[in-house]
């Protein structure tokens, strides 16, 4: 039986996936918006012999082109230090030739960062810097794993915090190692500073189209992202 490994950052990410992971050889397993754990989360699933690897979730847009929901199948990775990693090319476009025509979906690369990329200034530095498109924080762990171990991977994000939008600073620390959220600390924060309440609201409309299109991908893709050899 052919297993695929999916690496997500965030509860919510894994749960796009839910529908599909029963007896379909998807094994998902979720870092918590941390890219050691993502590290760690990818050599697991290879120890648990998976065919390929799958790094999936929502990401922060580097590119005014890109609106909140536009999903990206990135072609390579751009690590910290300047690495070109890419992703497995004919799995990528099969992919990318499956999904509706109603979703923004592009080929293209993104950035990997340690830490949240969430004001204006540095996601168009970044961008400059790159020329990548979008930003997540467990992508280069996972196709690096991939890499090492020999097997293709594929990298699948959703545009969650557009070009133009920061991110209230504090919103990172609100994600647990399990990738829930902790509901505890944004009532607090909000208490404190409750001018961040209109940005927190757009983030999370915003979160939500990334969320809708993820869905819309696993489901037409299923069971394997078109996984094959």
Known sequence: ???????????????????????????????????????????????????????????????PRMAPGAIVIADAVISADGHHLTTDTPWRKRLLARIDGSIQAVSATIASSVHPVSKPDEKRLLAERTGAVAVDMESQAVVQAAYAAGVPSLVVRAIADPFDRAVPEWASRTVKPDGSTDAAMIAGTLLRCPWELPALVRLGLDFRLALRSLRRVAADSAPLFLFGR
Do not use: Q, W, Y
């Open 1 to 63: 039986m052919i297993r695929i490994g999916v690496v997500t950052g965030l509860k919510s990410e894994t749960d796009c996936l839910t529908p599909l992971t029963s007896d379909s050889g998807l094994v998902a397993v979720c870092a918590g918006a941390n890219s050691d754990r993502a590290a760690e989360a990818a050599r697991t699933l290879l120890r648990g012999h998976c065919d390929g690897l799958v790094s999936f979730g929502v990401a922060g847009g580097l590119d």
